[in-house]
């Protein structure tokens, strides 16, 4: 047992990180602790999420769009005292690329120059590599094409700049390294595996007059009876992931003030595997897609504000209006479906809807199984089994296309359409679908390829058309809503934003707090 | 003598154990890489597979592992990628013995004197509150005692922490939750075990010799009216000193209950794999512990 000094902030922040090495994190929750320890180019802003200047304070981009040149803040030094330059940023770019490294995230740095070629071994040289430092205070990006979202990248935790110090030094062990430098507003005062991780304020980081706290804990707790309950005798001050809000009292609390719901940019939705006879056939994808009744399910089963949707990038997406996909509409479903040669459901052979296991233990994704197996029951006389698998079966079942219909989430990586749209390209590893269609991947590849936005954004949506109306892989189902909860009177800083991204070292507690001075939230 | 082959014993059986369970794990269907997002390129996966050497052949995997073992290297955690199975064995087996203890302390400090009240006290009033009370400890499960206790210790009159493990405060509500179905066993066995010596002839003899009641019973009849639950204390022992999931979750303690669930549902190998062998040899060192205080206390049990 360890009796530590009280933090100054205390936040329930779910599962346990897999890990605080930022080329392999891929976890939200990992992510929220590792972005207030190593920071990147850039840094997202507090209130909209977007990227604002983190370790470079400025940056020029060539007229093409596809040359960026930063120019790094001078003042800059690890944690641990050494001065943090240009040479430290290409490092840990190459490091995240580097295939012994096996980063999950290395892809979102695949927009720079042969950066794919390396990553998959193919080029041995990383010097070849559209990263360069031109000199210590300047490092230049060379992109394959223009990316109008590269900024959001640079401030995502792959991209983010770690010591090479300490890893040359520890190998994989390096974040146990004591001390540990960081490049971020908070060190790693200590991280007891299940029990807490406590960050320590970085006096050296170049930011450091701003920051609010001195001390966060992070604590790992997947129970939402356990979360609410220790929010309850004021154990902690923050509750941030969605799956804390016990679902029984969802309606209760939401009332509350000190409860707050958020849209984001995340879409609930299912994937038809087209390989399989008879989703091969697009009228019966149509069909299936028709007889849902979305609004039913959030309003009987989620009724956490979520949207009914029947396109698939979020609204609130930057530069974007999604065309509107297919709508509820039995009867034609019912046509469609006679026309595929399954009158009425006759001879609909037996498909199954995989789905896994929530991760809090909740039933959410049993329950809206349910819900749709009824809605095809009742409005084709399609009879629709259900799998509930644990989440890595799940998983590798869905990526070896094992199974007819699955359940299927996708959270934006960063505020673009392209985090969407982009992974339904041919062969993406992400598409999980078995569709391919050659129209699709040209209009995703010329909206990466143009710095015009009227234009990209018209071919982003001539793309969704084609996923959402005319061959619906994918059925989209809603928009999902993000809770968190924390008393407005007592704890500053947090603004909820689509990408649900809340900096650390903006939250600070209020002592003896007068009612409502500032409202933190937007 | 008959100790020391017990002990020779065991590495054959850990062999067999540690060969099995690892051939098991590999068995069971889904993947440690698969991720809800997938790698940019096949190659990532590629890349994470050699680096566990995941894509040797299974006995090629369980050498290397063997091999580790040796120099007390329990091998990487898949999932937890910062720490190697020793390094989560290390944190948290000290908190779930700790809790272990505790709550084995709980369970025979109260499982005894019930037992032993409810056996002198056979058909009175105490007798069946006594019984009741340990049945009902024994049939209502720990997921529906600890919310309960949570409620009204922590929550109604605000007198214990409602979770977390920074205080010996904080180890009640977990010790009591945890050691209540132990205790409710230990209670029914030591009944039991009291209530068959005191038909036993020897019993009869003293007390027609005129010895004391008190003596009798404390003296001669407990040390054999205890062996039922000396018996049952090792695999309990081996039990709660390996965490309990439901009770880890519930208060959040950091012990190592968790990892034995998780570590089989994210299919993470090594871990698994390094906690079964941790269970065994426990559950084998007590099940020796045990034998040892048969002899202690039966002098009619001999070991050759």
């Known amino acids: ?522 | 003598m008959y100790f020391l082959r017990r002990l020779a014993y065991m590495i054959p059986l850990l062999l067999v154990i540690s060969a099995i369970t690892f051939w098991l794990v590999h068995l069971a269907p889904g993947n440690p890489f698969a991720t809800e997002r997938a790698p940019a390129s096949p190659q990532i996966e590629h890349n994470l597979r050699a680096k566990y050497h995941a894509d040797e052949p299974i006995w090629k995997q369980y050498v290397r592992y063997m091999g580790g073992l040796l120099h007390g290297d329990f091998g990487p955690s898949m999932k937890y990628r910062d720490h190697s199975v020793t390094d989560i064995i290390h944190q948290a087996l000290p908190v779930s013995m700790l809790l272990g203890w505790l709550a084995f302390g709980f369970a025979m400090g109260v499982g005894l004197p019930v037992g032993f009240a409810t056996a002198v006290r056979r058909g009175q009033w105490h007798d069946y509150l006594g019984s009741f009370l340990a049945l009902l400890a024994v049939c209502i499960p720990g997921f529906v005692i600890a919310p309960l206790l949570v409620l009204g210790f922590a929550m109604k009159w605000k007198l214990l922490p409602v979770a977390l493990w920074a205080s010996p405060l904080h180890a009640v509500l977990p010790t009591i939750a945890l050691g209540l179905y132990f205790a409710g066993k230990v209670a029914r066995l030591f009944r039991e075990g009291m209530l068959n010596t005191m038909q036993m002839e020897f019993v009869t003899a003293a007390r027609a010799k005129g010895l004391g009641e008190n003596t009798l019973l404390l003296r001669h009849a407990v040390r054999l009216a205890v062996l039922p639950v000396v018996s049952y204390a090792g695999p309990m022992l081996a039990d709660l000193l390996t965490g309990s999931f439901v009770i880890e979750i519930i208060f959040q303690i950091p012990g190592l209950g968790v990892f034995f669930i998780n570590s089989s549902l994210n299919n993470d190998y090594m871990l698994t794999v390094g906690l079964a062998l941790l269970y065994a040899v426990l559950l084998i060192v007590l099940n020796l512990a045990v034998d040892f205080a048969y002899m202690i206390l039966d002098p009619r049990v001999k070991y050759e």
């Not at chain 1, 902030?9 to 994190?25: G, H, K, M, R």
């Not at chain 1, 019912?334 to 595929?340: D, G, I, P, V």
């Not at chain 1, 704890?491 to 650390?504: A, F, K, R, S």
């Open chain 1, 1 to 522: 047992m360890h009796r530590d000094p009280p933090a100054d902030v205390t936040i329930i922040n779910f599962s346990e990180p897999q890990s605080l090495d930022p080329a392999i994190i891929s976890a939200q929750p990992d992510m929220r602790i590792v972005s207030g320890m190593f920071e990147g180019l850039t840094r997202s802003d507090p209130k909209t999420g977007s990227a604002v200047p983190g370790l470079a304070d400025h940056w020029d981009i060539s007229a093409d769009g596809r040359i960026y040149t930063f120019h790094l803040r001078t003042n800059l030094v690890w944690s641990t005292g050494e001065p943090l330059r240009a040479a430290d940023v290409v490092y840990s770019w190459i490091r995240t690329l580097d295939p012994d490294t096996a980063s999950d995230y290395a892809g979102q740095l695949f927009y720079v120059k042969n950066a794919e070629a390396f990553n998959a071994g193919k080029l041995k040289d990383a010097s070849q590599v559209g990263v360069r430092a031109l000199d210590p205070f300047t490092v230049q990006v060379e992109l394959n094409h223009p990316t109008v979202f590269f900024l959001e990248l640079c401030a995502m935790p792959m991209a983010s700049v770690v010591p090479r110090q300490a890893i040359e030094k520890l190998g994989d062990n390096w974040i146990k390294a004591k001390p540990l430098p960081v490049s971020g507003p908070y060190q790693l005062a200590f991280w007891r595996v299940n029990d807490k991780v406590r960050l320590q304020k970085n006096p050296r980081y170049w930011d450091a007059a701003n920051t609010q706290s001195k001390i966060i804990d992070l604590l790992p707790i997947v129970s939402a009876s356990s979360a609410l309950n220790l929010y309850e005798r004021g154990q902690v001050d923050i509750v941030w992931d969605k799956e804390l809000v016990p679902t029984e009292l969802l309606d209760v609390l939401l009332k509350r003030p000190d409860f707050h719901t958020f849209n984001y940019l995340g879409t609930y939705f299912i994937r038809f595997n087209v390989t399989r006879k008879p989703f091969d056939d697009v009228r019966v994808r149509k069909a299936l897609a028709m007889a849902i009744d979305k609004k039913r399910i959030v309003e009987r089963i989620t009724h956490g504000g979520e949207i009914p949707t029947s396109h698939f990038v979020p609204d609130g997406t930057a530069h974007y209006t999604s065309p509107e996909g297919l709508g509820y509409n039995p009867e034609l479903a019912r046509k469609l479906l006679a026309e595929a040669g399954f009158p009425g459901g006759k001879n609909f052979p037996r498909m199954e809807y995989m789905f896994n296991a929530a991760a809090g233990g909740g039933k959410i994704h049993e329950k809206i199984a349910i819900e749709l197996q009824q809605m095809w029951r009742d409005n084709l006389g399609v009879d629709i089994e259900l799998r509930q698998l644990e989440m890595q079966v799940y998983l590798s079942e869905q990526d070896a296309l094992h199974y007819d219909i699955s359940r299927s989430s996708w959270i934006g990586d960063y505020n673009d359409a392209n985090t969407f749209l982009a992974m339904f390209v041919t062969n993406d590893g992400n598409n999980r679908t078995g569709w391919s269609n050659s129209h699709y991947d040209d209009l995703v590849q010329q909206a990466n390829e143009t710095t015009d936005a009227a234009r990209r954004e018209k071919l982003f949506q001539d793309a969704e058309t084609i996923l959402v109306r005319d061959e619906v892989p994918i059925l989209p189902l809603f928009f999902y809503s993000g809770i968190n909860y924390f008393d407005t009177n007592k704890i500053q800083g947090i603004y909820n934003n689509v990408v649900d991204l809340h900096p650390l070292q903006c939250i600070r507690k209020v002592r003896n707090s007068k009612p409502e001075i500032r409202n933190s939230e937007q």
